[in-house]
């Protein structure tokens, strides 16, 4: 069954600090991977994904086939990226198809 | 943003009325989704479509329908809301899968109160 997980409901760290953002998947065959971002009130934004191997805002994701991790990171936090991150599975094929699959997500706090 | 609306934006109802969400696209998306975002539990599927009248249940699809007479519309309805549906409820709409991507786009959200 596909299932993503964000261990970490809380995440804070100082400004200018690195800031790594964990997310763990199970899923069978080949997913495609997301991070979706939502700022306070806002709504949901795509981040980026794994397929496209851009950095955004700063934050990287490398998708790891091995230990089924996708985990975000950016080697210096800014007070901005202050938000609720969503790390997001979609099925390639079969029952998944159209479907995303979100972790609980994590709320990232950036102090000054 | 994607041109996506929701309507209404937020509703106060009583347990046991009818509610019905709206979300129009004007990008002519061949799929879209309801979700409902609770703390703790992230976001959740609750139904999906992928073309007019199609329409399949998500994982927390109990105590909702859907319906999509048009491809820009897709309607959420609470047929008898509870208190536990309390919730905020977002729209997404996702690219044709032949482009080979499965980015979905997200509305702006309804907060949606049942007392």
């Known amino acids: 069954a596909q299932r993503v997980t964000q261990p970490e409901k809380l995440l804070s760290v100082f400004k200018g600090a690195p800031v790594e953002l964990k997310c763990n998947y199970s899923?069978?065959?080949?997913?495609?991977l997301f991070w979706y971002v939502q700022y306070s009130r806002q709504r949901l934004q795509l981040l980026l994904r794994h397929i496209s191997r851009e950095s955004i805002k700063g934050f990287t994701a490398d998708l790891n086939k091995g230990e089924t991790s996708f985990h975000l990171k950016k080697p210096f936090a800014q007070e901005e990226d202050s938000a609720m991150y969503y790390c997001?599975?979609?099925?390639?094929?079969?029952?998944?198809?159209?479907?995303?699959?979100f972790g609980r997500g994590t709320q990232l706090t950036v102090w000054p | 943003d994607a041109g996506i609306t929701q309507s209404p934006r937020h509703k106060v109802t009583e347990t046991g009325t009818p509610v019905t969400l709206r979300c129009h696209q004007t990008?002519?998306?061949?799929?879209m989704y309801w979700y409902r975002q609770d703390p703790g539990h992230g976001l959740r599927l609750i139904h999906y479509?992928?073309?007019?009248?199609?329409?399949d249940k998500g994982e927390v699809s109990d105590g909702y329908s859907v319906s999509r007479s048009k491809t820009e519309d897709f309607l959420l309805t609470l047929e008898s809301a509870t208190s536990s549906q309390t919730s905020v409820y977002f729209c997404?709409?996702?690219?044709?899968?032949?482009?080979?991507?499965?980015?979905?786009?997200f509305g702006p959200g309804t907060r949606l109160t049942v007392l």
């Open positions: 997404a709409i996702g690219e044709d899968r032949r482009s080979g991507t499965d980015t979905q786009y």
């Open positions: 479509s992928y073309g007019v009248k199609d329409t």
């Open positions: 990008e002519n998306h061949r799929y």
């Open positions: 899923y069978s065959g080949s997913p495609e």
């Open positions: 997001a599975l979609s099925g390639r094929g079969g029952s998944t198809l159209g479907r995303l699959y």
